[in-house]
């Protein structure tokens, strides 16, 4: 069976109840959490307070997560608890190099090892890492992976392919939050699902309570219709709101569409012009996002900021809201399929306008969030 951050395979998508609101989740993790700072490292990245010699003997731990936006973020979480557990380790990320950005996002003061997803990472270290944790997939490729750099201990699930590597089941209908602090807590390292606040960014919003539409995915069959988000952003600029749309460099002419088609000036397309920090101070200064299941939704996660989510061919219980869900509402069929099909999933089709204008005129009444704060501790 191969690796796969999908937790649940591609089917063809059965009839379903019609759309409606889902807020998701067990009521222990609705309401704000505060975000746990990491313990403090040296700006080499071994552990506070070390000398050369210290650092030079401190063991090393990878851990491999070599996938998006919204994966990584989703990760959090055990990332924080994987620092606070190992605080003579020197920790590395195993993932392409452009998530620095996401390490500095989530306070983590962690070098990159750079990799692209499933091959092993550049490591230059003295010696094998001591500990390797696979926080990327079900395996067998993701373990192989880790293996080639023959670390001391590994960290991973177990898969019917490597019988010799011990670990706990994989379990598709877990939330993906859930399922790496799941991994974490078999080895005795506890980590809270809902540790998913950051805090808000030092760089300034480029338009600061602006209503963000997001209409792009890594795939079509994730990406609702662009005539229906220009209606939504109609819809919310005759409430007043100053609307601005949101992509990649490559989702540039989708933008465009949906702004042509809502009357936006094209000031207002932002796709290709927000590095990862800008989104970020962008989506965190908000007044609400409306978005796929990608990963700005997940950024609207870790700043509080109210948002609708439409979802398709995965359900919201595996990849929606993890804490506020009375700041997320999460419109879904009741469908599943396959995530990576190219064109719209049927049940994100069955998610209509009406549905969405609804739910972001429900939006409209909430109070601000509150942001994360320090842990005196």
Same mark, same amino acid.
């Given at each position: 069976?191969?690796?796969?951050?999908?937790?649940?395979?591609?089917?063809?998508?059965?009839?379903?109840?019609?759309?409606?609101?889902?807020?998701?989740?067990?009521?222990?993790?609705?309401?704000?959490?505060?975000?746990?700072?990491?313990?403090?490292?040296?700006?080499?990245?071994?552990?506070?307070?070390?000398?050369?010699?210290?650092?030079?003997?401190?063991?090393?731990?990878?851990?491999?997560?070599?996938?998006?936006?919204?994966?990584?973020?989703?990760?959090?979480?055990?990332?924080?608890?994987?620092?606070?557990?190992?605080?003579?380790?020197?920790?590395?990320?195993?993932?392409?190099?452009?998530?620095?950005?996401?390490?500095?996002?989530?306070?983590?003061?962690?070098?990159?090892?750079?990799?692209?997803?499933?091959?092993?990472?550049?490591?230059?270290?003295?010696?094998?890492?001591?500990?390797?944790?696979?926080?990327?997939?079900?395996?067998?490729?993701?373990?192989?992976?880790?293996?080639?750099?023959?670390?001391?201990?590994?960290?991973?699930?177990?898969?019917?392919?490597?019988?010799?590597?011990?670990?706990?089941?994989?379990?598709?209908?877990?939330?993906?939050?859930?399922?790496?602090?799941?991994?974490?807590?078999?080895?005795?390292?506890?980590?809270?699902?809902?540790?998913?606040?950051?805090?808000?960014?030092?760089?300034?919003?480029?338009?600061?309570?602006?209503?963000?539409?997001?209409?792009?995915?890594?795939?079509?069959?994730?990406?609702?219709?662009?005539?229906?988000?220009?209606?939504? &952003?109609?819809?919310? $600029? *005759?409430? !007043?709101?100053?609307? %601005?749309?949101?992509? /990649? +460099?490559?989702?540039? #002419? =989708?933008?465009?569409?949906?702004?042509?088609?809502?009357?936006?000036?094209?000031?207002?397309?932002?796709?290709?012009?927000?590095?990862?920090?800008?989104?970020?101070?962008?989506?965190?200064?908000?007044?609400?996002?409306?978005?796929?299941?990608?990963?700005? &939704?997940?950024?609207? $996660? *870790?700043? !509080?900021?109210?948002? %609708?989510?439409?979802? /398709? +061919?995965?359900?919201? #219980? =595996?990849?929606?809201?993890?804490?506020?869900?009375?700041?997320?509402?999460?419109?879904?069929?009741?469908?599943?399929?396959?995530?990576?099909?190219?064109?719209?999933?049927?049940?994100?089709?069955?998610?209509?306008?009406?549905?969405?204008?609804?739910?972001?005129?429900?939006?409209? $009444?909430?109070?601000?969030?509150?942001?994360?704060?320090?842990?005196?501790?």
């Amino acid at each position: 069976m191969p690796d796969h951050r999908d937790p649940r395979p591609p089917a063809p998508p059965p009839a379903g109840p019609p759309p409606g609101r889902l807020r998701n989740g067990p009521p222990e993790a609705q309401g704000p959490r505060r975000a746990r700072p990491p313990a403090p490292l040296a700006p080499s990245g071994g552990p506070a307070g070390a000398g050369p010699a210290d650092r030079r003997a401190a063991p090393d731990a990878l851990v491999l997560r070599a996938l998006g936006l919204g994966d990584f973020l989703a990760a959090v979480p055990a990332l924080r608890a994987l620092q606070r557990a190992l605080p003579g380790h020197r920790l590395h990320l195993a993932a392409p190099a452009a998530q620095r950005a996401l390490l500095d996002l989530a306070g983590l003061a962690w070098p990159v090892a750079p990799t692209d997803p499933l091959r092993p990472p550049a490591w230059s270290g003295p010696r094998p890492p001591e500990l390797a944790v696979n926080l990327h997939g079900s395996g067998p490729q993701s373990v192989r992976t880790l293996q080639a750099l023959a670390p001391a201990r590994l960290w991973t699930h177990a898969h019917p392919d490597l019988p010799g590597v011990p670990g706990p089941t994989w379990d598709a209908d877990l939330h993906e939050t859930d399922r790496w602090c799941r991994l974490l807590h078999h080895h005795g390292v506890p980590a809270d699902p809902a540790d998913l606040r950051l805090d808000p960014p030092p760089t300034p919003s480029p338009r600061p309570g602006a209503a963000v539409l997001h209409p792009g995915a890594a795939a079509p069959a994730r990406r609702w219709p662009p005539d229906r988000f220009a209606a939504a &952003a109609r819809h919310l $600029t *005759a409430r !007043g709101h100053r609307v %601005v749309v949101t992509g /990649g +460099p490559g989702e540039r #002419a =989708l933008a465009e569409r949906v702004a042509r088609d809502a009357g936006l000036p094209g000031d207002d397309v932002l796709a290709g012009r927000t590095p990862l920090p800008v989104l970020a101070a962008l989506i965190a200064d908000a007044a609400l996002v409306l978005c796929g299941d990608t990963g700005v &939704a997940h950024l609207a $996660t *870790a700043y !509080g900021t109210p948002s %609708v989510r439409l979802f /398709g +061919p995965v359900p919201p #219980a =595996l990849w929606g809201p993890r804490t506020d869900h009375d700041r997320h509402v999460c419109l879904w069929a009741g469908t599943t399929g396959d995530p990576h099909a190219d064109r719209p999933d049927p049940g994100l089709l069955r998610v209509t306008t009406e549905a969405v204008l609804d739910a972001l005129d429900a939006l409209g $009444t909430l109070p601000a969030a509150p942001r994360a704060a320090a842990d005196p501790r």
